[in-house]
């Protein structure tokens, strides 16, 4: 049963998305920001149209292990096709830069890395507050 506050949408996240402003209490990013051609316009709308207090939740590859996933598609181990789709990796500073200069206050932006190992920290997962 899904409940009726839940809203699913399907749009085109590389133009303006035709959601009312201040009208979504969480967003999620999950695996798709390093995808996207242009992450600065699209953190502006979801800027836009999150609510205050509002949360955008992220994960993104950590660009420390960057030729680690370039070696496994290149080997077929992961998709190839999805990995040469990447337009950018983040590291924990520049995610919370891109955050900052789109409209985040850094301090309503959590940073974490999984898993919770600085060896292998393959993931970035940052929550950013309205």
Same mark, same amino acid.
């Given at each position: 049963m899904v409940d009726n506050k839940i809203k699913l949408l399907k749009q085109d996240i590389n133009t303006k998305l035709n959601i009312p402003s201040n009208s979504m209490d969480y967003i999620t990013l999950l695996a798709v920001i390093e995808h996207i051609d242009n992450p600065t316009n699209l953190l502006k709308e979801i800027k836009r149209i999150l609510k205050k207090g509002g949360y955008l939740i992220i994960t993104t590859p950590n660009i420390?292990? $960057?030729?680690?996933?370039?070696?496994?598609?290149?080997?077929?181990?992961?998709? $190839?096709?999805?990995?040469?789709?990447?337009?950018?990796?983040?590291?924990?500073?520049?995610?919370?830069?891109?955050?900052?200069?789109?409209?985040?206050? $850094?301090?309503?932006?959590?940073?974490? $890395?999984?898993?919770?190992?600085?060896?292998?920290?393959?993931?970035?997962?940052?929550?950013a507050q309205k």
């Amino acid at each position: 049963m899904v409940d009726n506050k839940i809203k699913l949408l399907k749009q085109d996240i590389n133009t303006k998305l035709n959601i009312p402003s201040n009208s979504m209490d969480y967003i999620t990013l999950l695996a798709v920001i390093e995808h996207i051609d242009n992450p600065t316009n699209l953190l502006k709308e979801i800027k836009r149209i999150l609510k205050k207090g509002g949360y955008l939740i992220i994960t993104t590859p950590n660009i420390r292990w $960057k030729w680690l996933l370039e070696l496994m598609a290149y080997l077929r181990i992961i998709s $190839k096709n999805e990995i040469d789709d990447h337009k950018i990796y983040y590291s924990t500073k520049s995610i919370i830069s891109s955050l900052s200069s789109n409209g985040f206050n $850094k301090k309503n932006i959590k940073v974490h $890395k999984y898993p919770l190992n600085k060896l292998f920290d393959f993931v970035i997962l940052a929550i950013a507050q309205k």
